[in-house]
Structures are given as C-alpha cells and as structure tokens.
C-alpha cells in the first residue's frame, strides 16, 4: 500500500466509524518513508542535536540529517514549540523528512523531538521530563528521545 493510499484509507475508515487501531502495514509505510527520504533537516542554531541524531540514525540504518539553521525564537511563543520548529523548517526547505526538538507545551512542560512528513504531519515522536526532573545533558537527552521515537515505531538498531 502507498504512503498517501494508506493516510487516506484510515481516514475513511474514521469518517466512517470503522477504524479499529493502528495496522501492521501503516506502520511498515510510516518505517518505509523514513528510510526513503533523502533529503532530512534538522532545524537547530548549533550542530550538537544534528550530531547525536545523525548517530542515532546511522545506528537505525538511516540516512544522514543536515542542520538547517534557521531563526526558531518565534516558535516558543507558539502551543507546541517543537512542532512550531519543525513547521518553521518546512517551510524554509525542500525536506523529505524534518526532525525537530523543542519544548512540548509551557514552559516545564519538557522536550518533544519530532519527526514529520514533507506535508507536515507527524510520523513518530519522543518526549523527555524537564532538565531539571532527569538532570540528563542534551546530548543524552536528545539519543533517548530518538531511539524511542524510532523504536515506537519499530525501528531496531543495526549496529
């Protein structure tokens, strides 16, 4: 089953009353699209998150991410910040595939990263506690959020 065939069989089946969960094939289409896109950002002033996700993904037998350094200040004045970024790297890019990282919702609400399609919608996703509940570095942080997104997924590591 296609990509888009697949988005759009399950919303018919919400619109009519007859969607029971998630299926095996649309999470084999949701793995299939991360591992054809070519063309993967990350949007991020610094390139500290891009090197711990381009470990993680290599681990996953992915391909490589690239910054994208673009202004996200805005973003957290938004209701989802990390969506709000990856929104911002959308539009700002030719992106196959947008990962982002951001706070989740008000501040001391802690960290989404957030994987999206190139129409926007969300693929998978990881979230953290605030810094100061796991005290872990961003580094740390940031390979935990993206291992569980990919394993939620049902990614393994390949190495």
């Known amino acids: 089953m296609a990509f888009e065939k697949m988005i759009r069989n399950a919303f018919e089946e919400s619109q009519n009353n007859c969607r029971f969960g998630d ?3 649309e999470i084999k289409e949701i793995q299939e699209y991360i591992k054809n896109a070519k063309n993967i950002y990350i949007p991020n002033k610094n390139g500290i998150k891009v ?7 290599k ?8 910054i994208l350094q673009v202004n996200t200040n805005t973003a957290d004045t938004s209701r989802i910040p990390a969506l709000a970024k990856a929104y911002i790297a959308l539009d700002q ?3 196959d595939l947008i990962i982002a990282r951001g706070r989740l ?3 001391g609400s802690g960290s989404l990263l957030i994987f999206i399609d190139n129409k926007g919608r969300i693929l998978t996703a990881g979230t953290s506690p605030s810094h100061l ?4 570095t961003i ?3 940031v390979y935990n959020e993206a291992c569980e997104a990919l394993e939620k997924i049902g990614f393994l590591r390949v190495e």
């Open 133 to 136: 509940i796991h005290e872990k």
């Open 51 to 57: 090197e711990v996700l381009n470990n993680v993904l």
């Open 105 to 107: 919702g008000i501040p």
């Open 93 to 95: 890019s030719d992106a």
């Open 59 to 66: 681990s996953y037998g992915l391909s490589e991410a690239k």
């Open 139 to 141: 580094e740390a942080a």
């Open 23 to 25: 299926t095996l094939e």
